[in-house]
Structures are given as structure tokens and as C-alpha cells.
């Protein structure tokens, strides 16, 4: 039901720290036309960790119906399990079409209780659930195993970048789940995910999720384009001149793999507003930067564009 390049919208915010919904409506909208594979509301990139039951349901709604049906809409769900049970049920009520289920709070536990939060959650709806492998909830290739065998949990998301444990869990749930034919996705879910997806693909996880897509979806389709023909010479240039400069922008702040896709989102003519604390917002050094980089990625798409034109 997911293919392609995911779309992690923002959360946009008025001035004073407010959800806008028509801000959020144009930019999903927007990022929609662009042709993603699916929409990720309210999650990682939408400022999940900061949001109310309240506005995370209208913001569920909101999305669901701008999307109008077109591709799947996946909204987020975590925190504490009684959090993570009433987020689920929110998605459901507002038109999710499936849930990303995110790390609980911040509690260290053992693989059985791991198990146990997603089953919990997993119990509570018949939404498809994908699991977040990433911060405090890191599954091992047993408990994967085990909940991917849930009836509705059909996708695994890999935040950690271990891929030497990652490709022992894809190939144990893929061998796990072959007497029963049960379709399973495997989602690298890694900051600006493009630049470990090479990667991820020789150990079978084809899907990522792109907040590049968020504010440049020609750069985050180019490269998926790229990447899917064995076009090596644009996929390298657009690692070299766009992806990895990101990258290295991103990391010179904790958090900005929000607060940058926020800045890029407005500096592409949408107004999204503020982070919501703990995170910051980008500098306008920092701004200058990525607009920089933004019209260099273009420039290498625009290039290659040509060349093909050319020929």
C-alpha cells in the first residue's frame, strides 16, 4: 500500500505557537501534487513529540482530507502506552489510513516489554502499524519477529543505522513470515535518508522516508529516480552537491532535522512557522546556507535534465 517517496510533512505554526491549518492545508496539498507514495502526518518531521491530543486529531483530519483518498495517510502514535492507545484511536477517528508507531517516553526496557507496548497499541486498532526502530526502542531479531507476526503490524522503520543488526532482522522476519505470505515493509527511517539508502537497499529496504520531499520534492523524486534506473553519475552528483552539504548543515544543531525542513518549507513560499521547545529555530546564517544548497542541488537536476533532453 506505500511506494515511492514518502512524504513527512511539516506542522506549521502561527507566530504564536498555535496550529495553522490553512498553512498545514496548502503545504500538504502542495507536497501531494508533487506525487509521493504516502503521507506521514503529524509525526518525526511534524513536531509529534510537541502536539496535543486535540490539535494531533484536527491535523489527522485536516490531512486526510486534503489528501482526499489519493495515496495512504499514516499518522503518528507513541509516548506512554495509554498516549500511544489514544493517539491510535485519534488517527482512526480523523481518517488515518495507518499508524507510525513511535518510541515510547523515555524508559529503558527489556526486548518482552517492548513487545508487549507494541502489542498493546497494536491491540487497541485495526489500523495497518508500522514500528519505529530508533532512540529507546530498538528491537532485537526475536522481538521484530514477534511483532511482525501481529495481525496488523505490516512495516518495520529503522532509525539506528545499524545495518549489520537491521539486515539480520529483515532476513529473519522475511524467513519468519514465508509459510504465511504475509507482505512486510522495511522503511529506512534515518535523518535525510538519502544518503545511507544505498545502503539500505543491498540489506532489502527499499522504502525511505524524505524530508527533503517536504520542501524540494524535485531534488527528493530526482534522486529516487536516480537511484531506482541506476543513473550513478546523478545520484552521486546530487549526494555530493545537495545531500551530503545537508547533512553536514543539519548536524551543526540538535534538532534541526525539524527546524531546517521548517525554514525550507518557508523559504519555498510557505509560511510555517516557529518549532515548537525543546527545538530551536535555524539562523538565518544558517537559512543562507540552505537556500545555497538548495539552488545548487537544482542546478545538477537541471543539468542531468538536459543532458537526457539532449539525447
Known amino acids: ?15 504564536s505557537g498555535d496550529v495553522d491549518y490553512d498553512r ?3 503545504h500538504v496539498a502542495k507536497g501531494v501534487d508533487a506525487g509521493p507514495g504516502g503521507v ?8 509529534f513529540h510537541a502536539l496535543g491530543l486535540e490539535e494531533f486529531g484536527k491535523i489527522v483530519a485536516k490531512a486526510t482530507e486534503v489528501v482526499a483518498g489519493r495515496v495512504p495517510v499514516f499518522a503518528g502514535a507513541g509516548g506512554s502506552v495509554q498516549q500511544a492507545k489514544e493517539f491510535a484511536a485519534s488517527a482512526k477517528a480523523n481518517g488515518a489510513d495507518g499508524i507510525l508507531l513511535l518510541p515510547p517516553y523515555l524508559v529503558t526496557m527489556p526486548q518482552a516489554g517492548l513487545v508487549e507496548y507494541t502489542r498493546a497499541v497494536a491491540d487497541t486498532t485495526d489500523l495497518p502499524l508500522v514500528v ?14 514477534e511483532v ?5 503490524v505490516i512495516g518495520f522503520k529503522d532509525g539506528t543505522g545499524d545495518l549489520d543488526k537491521v539486515g539480520r532482522i529483515v532476513r529473519a522476519v522475511k524467513d519468519a ?49 536516480a537511484l531506482e534506473s541506476g543513473n550513478q553519475e546523478l545520484t552521486d552528483a546530487l549526494l555530493r552537491d545537495f545531500f551530503h552539504p545537508l547533512v553536514r548543515l543539519r548536524d551543526q544543531v540538535p534538532g534541526y532535522a525539524v527546524s531546517l525542513i521548517k525554514s525550507g518549507v518557508a523559504m519555498e513560499g510557505i509560511d510555517a512557522g516557529p518549532v515548537r521547545p ?14 545555497r544548497i538548495t539552488a545548487a542541488g537544482r542546478a545538477v537536476l537541471a543539468d542531468a535534465l538536459a543532458v537526457q533532453a539532449a539525447v
Do not use: W
Open 1 to 15: 500500500m506505500l511506494d515511492g517517496v514518502l512524504f513527512f510533512p511539516v506542522t506549521p505554526f502561527t507566530a
Open 24 to 26: 498545514l492545508a496548502e
Open 40 to 47: 506521514f502526518i503529524a509525526c518525526g518531521t511534524g513536531e
Open 132 to 145: 519505529y526502530n530508533r532512540g529507546n526502542a530498538r528491537f532485537d531479531e526475536a522481538a521484530a519477529v
Open 148 to 152: 511482525a507476526q501481529f495481525p496488523t
Open 177 to 225: 513470515l514465508a509459510p504465511s505470505g504475509k507482505q512486510f515493509l522495511f522503511f529506512n527511517g534515518m535523518p535525510t535518508a538519502e544518503v545511507t539508502q544505498q545502503a539500505y537497499r543491498a540489506i532489502g529496504v527499499t522504502l525511505y522516508s524524505s524530508a527533503t520531499f517536504a520542501f524540494a520534492p524535485e531534488l527528493a523524486l530526482g534522486f529516487y529516480d
Open 278 to 291: 525543546p527545538l530551536v529555530a535555524t539562523s538565518e546564517v544558517h537559512v543562507r546556507e540552505l537556500t
